[in-house]
């Protein structure tokens, strides 16, 4: 078949409108053609890898076999536009707009606040259109599924359902677990104010006001398309790219002669496997052949024995073909249906299910794939095809690890794929466990079946298959067929588990590491297998009059079985209502929607890179270090100035200023100090030319010692970034001296990436004259961005302007980095004389920027034998990385906020910042305190454990009671501390559920729940006044519109919306009058970053001042006409030359501290709250869910409850997160490899507990702040440690009843490997042999049979009245590899320290060890750069991903 020189023309739509490709290039997708071809900015780019959703857009088919149009949601950034050949895709935009007609769906995610920077909104516009096209009318669940694909890191997810729920069938209450009670009706026993109180509101936006969905209204499939589609097109279609062609043929017949043709060619159908390999791991494919015209490989057929299902179908289309099968067969023909259907569930998301094809999924044979466990152990077989005939082969294990004899041959493609039916007295069931629900690849998954001699229990085959244990999928062929012809009883039981575990080995080495736990997860299933066959063996022997008599299985065990189903959240939200004399145009106080809300909802809200190009722009890409320390021998920029389009490479040389801080430079010179630290920088045309070009930079580096990573090193080496920060009160060692009890312990935090899923973007505009630039960048620190720019570039400040628009999230994460993005991008610029354009990619944002610093935490505690504490010593160590950042004042914010909410006489408190050779560390959410604070609870947990009292009691017992003074002697009044403390207890009815707690964890062995409810208190603002001042800048225009400018920046947090709230009211005119256009530098100077909860409180009082100043202008003129306009006013002030423009200014609120004396008012104010959080654990896999979860914040008078609750909520959610599902992984050498949504595990929508109910506690009020409000931008983050102290307590019970010490080293986050390894019991010890009569089902633990293996933990041992932690390694098992369970000084991991292979993976946090005395310091501490490098021999390396350094020191 010649393949014609010449491009066909590429066809589809996008919004109706026809797209006519003559050049078509197979490497651009969808994604890029929107943006960058049709300028249709709405679709994001936010990973490029099909994991966030952004991108999220609707393709419409007709379907040939069923002649229906299908619309299925796709992420853009896996589709290569020549896939789209017929295809309409609808993008934001198509389905509605401002200027026209807004869609249902945009009005409604607007108005109920599931917007904050709006980035994904636009992605879960178009999921939930896409389901209600399908679904008019879809059920929760339905609409469950279709979000759980798309990631927000703003919201907290619970509003996007609310105005998604609006669409369901309208569901019975909140069906709090079959009550038949909603939370809204607060019962009996609640007594709190919350309940009580007749003006508190549950409502934040009004139902009855939404516009109704009509689906006539949509735009309809163009006709067009559909006539292509009923006379198909059958030439081949050839698409010619710069490097890629894509033939895509239009018979079977053209396919297979092609793929005879080009046997290394690969089919692409989904593109989801092939993409991210392209993308990632450099795969490179010349030409791709795309079946996707090819009917035959869409066929489905149903026989009596099976199911035929074509291997072009995809995910989502095999899973309506088994729900259809399940409901047509009697239950044991479906075996194998179901357990397919229940991965199918859980695998990825809708969008990557509408693309994935069932051929792509198994020829892929990913180690992780969900199905072909399943295919593989029910005898599923692939019917092939080639030129040459047809054949068979069974998807067997031997297929699957990629044998040739097994295998595909080039020129054969998969045509279909036979699943036969299962058959009586054959079970077949899939187990998978990730690091959270949904939209996570597995950590081990498995498919078992087991088929019995008719009428016994007598096993006469076997299969069972693993993923996720190695480089493939592994059969343990071995075991099973030596188990044929054993009884289905406890001693199969036992020989099974270790049979496994000796066939499934994986000696030290697995996928993604954790060996220990995939172990453990190995002879789990297999036990959850055995019972839930046992319990259909029961059900099934029992008529037979000479079967075996099983014994019964008591109910305490029987909770193995049950999964976690996936819920919809439900919940209320209180608040208070404004005063009924409060004038109705007065919006302040009132629950007003995001500024921008229906902007972000429609696509057309503006962030940096959706500004068009501009004249001659140029594109940025970053090189990046690949050594972790190293001297740059040389950089050889030849091969990449070769590369067409490519411009220039700029170099710490090109700078004409200065480059960053002799400590942390913008460009490395010499020398790299972590892997991710920027080199240099590509200039092209291009922004795919500059990505080329890098990699053809080659840098070679003479490594340095010592290397250090972890805290632990860190300490040995005495490499500390700053002196030690301090606080002490009482005398503590004489308070040890009385006390009745003394535990020491540690304390683990992992780090934390910032994932806003805007990632770092900047675009410099050199003007013509006076070397003036604009730069337009994603920044909550624009002052500084031009700052920098200003010394980088030796030009004054005032020729440069920075513009922010908004910012699609910060979190702390864009005050000091896009400084560093914005001066290299304006070296760029001046070197070049063009505009500069530089987006980070996801896994560059993630490799170069740092995070939350993680943290290690000594503590020792003196109390009471009632738990009354009488002396608290901590001492804190953060990893700060290779750059001193915010480093310091992370560890000061620590210090001041680790006594949270309790009052204890003799404290000290010790703080240090480490100097690693990581990427910097720096300001986010909290700022030290979520990390520090959990060192706090968890001590107050050891106190309780030792007292024999409830942690509740002990905190109750310890919290300030009366106003009094903290460590620094700051006087405050701790009175709504105390009643969000007790309102929380009441409206979570704590009491109660507590004893139904222990009621279940009595009932269950397998599963146990846990309880906590936690106080806070949580400090506002920077540590110094000029931090606080703020200015704001009006104009009122003769028209009588008011332009508002003002020092805060957008970044989500609704902060626009609340200084228009303040105008509005101060000036008395309706919020439509007014306007922000943007934060810039031009119109208010020297702004400090928006950051430490305090923005909406300082601006607002800018603001507040400026229209204060032109009301007092405008008096004598209203005076004089009282009964005027607004507008006739204005125009007479005019006429009479009065300023229609004031300044507004705030000195700020006085902060300082002394750190000499340990004394100071460091912060304006408090915000006080409280969270109560309940889950359940499964003690099997260690997975948990959250069933309730009741925050009540006091925020004052908030000024706007629908944006603070949404604060909190979004907060506690991404506090959730640290504390349980993200987790940093590195390599031993320093790389990042975490480094997208796929490795890394955000919350999703499925992640939003059970019940969910927030609210802010009525009646309280603040002298000191504007209107008497609140900031509650960062409080809400700590609230999610509820969630790790309930894990923890489910965790306690469990051990507890394993006999088990009920201490264990805390570690954040609590993963589920984290809690399958601390539920400590049999499968944990499998390898061990136990002694005969050693029941499985109804036994102890086995930790008490001497030689056993122990888990590694923290284990206390009492010495007088003395308690002392010490870690206690686990001890190792031949064969099972413990060295890759390490954690690089994660600490407190199982063998923590210990090197580990190359490819083997860790989590590099937080260790500690013996001080010793070669110092190595860099920042405040003398002695700086003392330890600098020493070489240890040259490697030779490309350029890598890395990170910079530099910014300001301040708290985010
Ligand atoms: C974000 C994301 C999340 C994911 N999560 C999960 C998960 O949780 N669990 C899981 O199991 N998987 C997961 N996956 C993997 C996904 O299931 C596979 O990528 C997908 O099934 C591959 O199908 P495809 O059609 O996209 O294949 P493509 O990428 O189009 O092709 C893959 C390979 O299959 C070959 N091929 C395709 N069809 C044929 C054929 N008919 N004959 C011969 N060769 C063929 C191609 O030549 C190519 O080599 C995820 C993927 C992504 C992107
Ligand atoms: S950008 Fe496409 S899914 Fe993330
Ligand atoms: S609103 Fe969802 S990511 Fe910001």
Redesign the pocket.
Known sequence: MPCPSRSDELVFFVNGRKVIERNADPEVTLLSFLRKNLRLTGTKYACG???CGACTVMVSKRDPTSQEIRHFSV?AC?VPICSLYGAAVTTVEGVGSIKTRLHPVQERIAKSHGTQCGFCTPGMVMSMYTLLRNHPQPSEEQLLEALA?NLCRCTGYRPILASGKTFCLESNGCQQKGTGKCCLDLGENDSSSLGRKSDICTELFVKEEFQPLDPTQELIFPPELLRMAEDPEKRTLTFHGERVTWISPGTFKDLLELKAKHPEA????????????MRSKGHFHPIL?S?ARISE?NVVSKTNDGLTIG??C??AHVKDILAERVSELPEEKTQTYRALLK?LK????QQ?QN??????????R?S?????PILAVGNATLNLTSEEGTRRIPLSEHFLAGLASAD?KPE????SVYIPHSQKWEFVSAFRQ?QCQQ????DV?AGMRVLFKEGTDIIEDLSITY?GVGAATVSAHKSCQQLLGRQWDELMLDEACRRLLDEVSLPGWAPGGRVEFKRTLVVSFFFKFYLQVLQELKKLIKPFPNSRHYPEISDRFLSALEDFPGTVPQGVRRYQSVDSHQPLQDPVGRPIMHLSGLKHATGEAEFCDDIPMVDKELHMALVTSTSAYAKIVSIDLSKALEIPGVVDVITAKDIPGTNGTEDDKLLAVDEVLCVGQIICAVVAETDVQAKRAIEKIKITYEELEPIIFTIEDAIKHNSFLCPEKKLEQGNIEEAFEKVDQIVEGEVHVGGQEHFYMETQRVLVIPKTEDKELDIYVSTQDPAHVQKTVSSTLNIPINRITCHVKRVGGGFGGKIGRPAVFGAIAAVGALKTGHPIRLVLDREDDMLITGGRHPLFGKYKVGFMNNGRIKALDIECFINGGCTLDDSELVTEFLILKLENAYKIRNLRFRGRACLTNLPSNTAFRGFGFPQGTLVTESCITAVAAKCGLPPEKIREKNMYRTVDKTIYKQAFNPESLIRCWNECLDTSSFNNRRMQVEEFNKKNYWKKRGIAVIPMKFSVGFAATSYHQAAALVHIYTDGSVLVTHGGNELGQGIHTKMLQVASRELKIPMSYLHICETSTATVPNTIATAASIGADTNGRAVQNACQILLKRLEPIIKKNPEGTWEEWIEAAFEQRISLSATGYFRGYKAFMDWEKGEGDPFPYYVYGAACSEVEIDCLTGAHKKIRTDIIMDACCSLNPAIDIGQIEGAFIQGMGLYTTEELKYSPEGVLYSRG??EYKIPTISDVPEEFNVSLLPSSHTPLTIYSSKGLGESGMFLGSSVFFAITDAVAAARKERDIAEDFTVKSPATPEWVRMACADRFTDMPEKRPENDSLLNSAPTHEHPGRPQPSGFNFRRRGRVWEGEWVEGSVRKGLGTDVSNFLGTGGGPGEGRRMKPDQISRLDSGVGAAAPAARSRGGCPGRNAGRGVPRGSTDGGSGRGRPSSSPVRPG
């Open positions: 890898r099909g994991g992420t896996l694909g690969p089919l692409i159908l989904g593109n989801t496997s092939l993409g991210p390999a052949l079946p490989l291997a072009g995809s995910l991965h859980s695998l990825a998301s990557i693309m994935a094809s069932l051929g792509g999924h198994i020829i892929s990913h992780y794939s969900d199905l072909n595909l054969e493609i998969l045509e990730a939209n996570a690849l597995p998954n993923g949504p796929d």
